[in-house]
């Protein structure tokens, strides 16, 4: 029997690495479960919590509550060196105002995405 070249075994293993990295179904995170993209944790959200591909205010607030945002106003807005502080705790209302909402908006993906890190901060406040 004949041995191969120690380099090929290297090229072999670098080609098939290269096709494991370049195929999305192997970055899933389980054998057969269909890989995931960013828009579909907005998807998810707006199929959990809204009525077709989009949010009213109202739906937006039962998430907001039950991630515990925007339910209180514990924290008062101070003023520092003329600007907000935005460690504080905003109100809904407070955050829906930052972004233009009103009662009769209907918050698709590009909404919720643009008001993403507006929940994060405010998790992280």
């Known amino acids: 029997m004949k041995l ?4 090929f075994q290297s090229c072999l293993l ?5 096709l494991w990295r370049t195929t999305p179904e192997a ?4 054998p057969g479960a269909p890989a995931i993209s960013a828009a579909s944790f907005l998807q998810d959200l707006i199929h959990r919590y809204g009525e077709g591909d989009s949010l009213t205010l109202q739906q937006l607030k039962a998430l907001l509550n039950h991630l515990d945002v925007g339910v209180g106003r ?4 101070q003023h520092v ?3 907000r502080n935005l460690s504080t705790c905003f109100s809904s209302g407070d955050l829906f105002a ?4 009103s009662e009769q908006s209907r918050i698709g993906s590009s909404e919720l995405q643009e008001f993403c890190p507006t929940i994060l901060q405010q998790l992280d406040s």
Request: overall charge neutral; hydrophobic content about 40%; glycine content about 12%.
């Open 27 to 30: 970055h899933a995170s389980s």
């Open 14 to 18: 670098l080609t098939l690495l290269g």
């Open 81 to 83: 060196q003329g600007h």
């Open 74 to 77: 514990g924290n008062v807005t």
């Open 98 to 101: 930052a972004h233009n909402f």
């Open 4 to 7: 191969l070249h120690p380099a």
